[in-house]
């Protein structure tokens, strides 16, 4: 793996729930399933990514620092089949632990799972 972003998804019971985004080396073959499995070994089970999505770059901001608010954009408009990731309150994941997206919440469980 080169590198990797992990974010917070809306969830109803856990508040929030782990995902993460990677990019992997050339030539590198992983798949969602074998990553979860190394975490699973080395994480607590709550830190384990529930959903691991794989690009091909990792967003960056200005400092070369992974841009996590684009992850969860980019989360929220895969899962939920959205343009508008603010739409709703889900921009509360960049405030504070996702509080204020409790419409999406029920539908991102349901297809994390």
Known sequence: MLQAGVI???DPVYNEL???Y???RSRQR?????LKDFAR???ADYKVPERIGFLAELPKGPTGKVHRRALE???LTELLGRTDA???GANACHTGGCR???VERESVEAQIR
Not at 30 to 34: G, N
């Open 73 to 75: 954009e980019r989360a």
């Open 22 to 24: 990677v990019s992997l």
């Open 30 to 34: 992983l798949s969602e399933q074998e």
């Open 18 to 20: 782990v995902a993460a």
């Open 86 to 88: 603010d739409r709703n």
């Open 41 to 43: 070994a080395r994480l």
């Open 8 to 10: 917070g998804l809306p």
């Open 100 to 102: 204020n997206a409790v």
